[in-house]
């Protein structure tokens, strides 16, 4: 009898023991990991979690001795699978949180906004310059857009101008800049493509590119929402009226990059294929990067008489349905102010 209550009395102790190692083992993996600000880790693929434990301790991040935390994985206590990835690390979270971000793939998101008005050279600077994004933009994954476009189109663009929606784009580190343009044709293309089957009668353009075209010049005509439908408007009765666009974006568009600010009478009488104030009809290429609203502006304009506008100074215009209406307007908003 006398054994039997040792052997109780040994369990019961074994037991206790157990208990309170396992509560130690919890209380101190629960500890927040050492870190004053977000940081993040990146894990290769095929690490382990005493590879990430390891780097951990490397940064001075851990809270608890090692042995525990081995201990704590052969227990169950913690995830010991992780996956490859970039991840943020946060003031208050604990190893167990951590290791559980790892397994289950939850990696740091970024973002890049890719603004519309701006053209795919701009684009192009905003890809390379950020931290967190791949630059891999060659001849080659240039080719493959254009490539991409035309097997969705039936038609072989130009240049990649304005194939592209502009919005905010999110991601995981270093994905390849290629990948974020591939997303936003694809979101232009989608758009684009609703956008034409609910398109208005009687548009006079016989493509989605080409409303994608007038698209471009609307997004660089004004910067006001309230007035893209109009701009559009005008447009589409100019086109309707076989009279030029004559509009000053496409004309600075054609110059390029020797543009220095400031439009002359030479440049206006310039002859490009942009210079809608020499060419009847829309040019042969988008000329900016459009958004939503401009490309729903020229697929369904409003309805309006006006043929001609002109900046009032205030980012608004004025619009006139006359030749001496807006003759007028001229004097009043543009040339008292010079």
Not at 48 to 56: G, R
Not at 84 to 102: C, D, I, K, Q, V
Not at 160 to 175: I, K, M, N, S, V
Not at 274 to 288: E, F, Q, R
């Amino acid at each position: 009898m006398a054994v039997f209550k040792t052997i109780f009395i040994a369990l019961f102790i074994g037991v206790l023991c157990l208990v309170a190692g396992g509560y130690y083992m919890a209380q101190e993996l629960s500890a927040p990991l050492k870190l004053n600000s977000p940081q993040l880790i990146t894990i290769e693929k095929g690490s382990s979690a005493h590879q990430v434990v390891a780097k951990l301790e490397q940064r001075d991040a851990l809270p608890v001795n090692t042995l525990v935390i081995k201990l704590g994985m052969k227990a169950g206590m913690l995830s010991s699978g992780v996956k490859a990835g970039t991840y943020w690390l946060e003031p208050g979270m604990n190893l167990e949180a951590a290791l559980e971000r790892f397994s289950q793939a939850d990696e740091a998101q970024f973002s890049v906004s890719l603004i519309e008005g701006l053209t795919l050279a701009q684009w192009q600077q905003s890809l390379q310059q950020h931290p967190n994004i791949k630059d891999d933009l060659t001849a080659d994954t240039l080719s493959q857009l254009k490539a991409k476009w035309q097997k969705t189109f039936s038609v072989a663009p130009l240049s990649l101008e304005g194939l592209f929606l502009a919005d905010t784009y999110h991601f995981t580190h270093h994905t390849r800049a290629s990948v974020i343009l591939r997303r936003a044709m694809q979101a232009m293309s989608d758009y684009l493509t609703s956008q034409w089957q609910q398109r208005a009668v009687n548009l006079p353009y016989d493509s989605p590119y080409e409303a994608l075209i007038l698209a471009s010049i609307i997004e660089k005509e004004t910067a006001v929402p309230a007035e893209r439908g109009e701009i559009a408007g005008v447009f589409v009765n100019r086109l309707r009226s076989d009279m030029r666009l004559q509009t000053d974006p496409t004309v600075i568009y054609g110059i390029g990059e020797s543009f220095d600010g400031n439009i002359t009478r030479a440049h206006l009488r310039q002859k490009n294929a942009y210079n809608t104030y020499v060419i009847k009809g829309l040019p042969p290429t988008p000329i900016a990067m459009a958004g939503r609203a401009a490309v729903t502006a020229a697929l369904q304009p409003a309805g309006t008489d006006a043929l001609y506008f002109v900046a009032k100074g205030d980012g608004s215009h004025q619009f006139s349905q006359t030749l001496q209406q807006h003759n007028a307007a001229v004097r009043k908003y543009q040339l008292q102010n010079r």
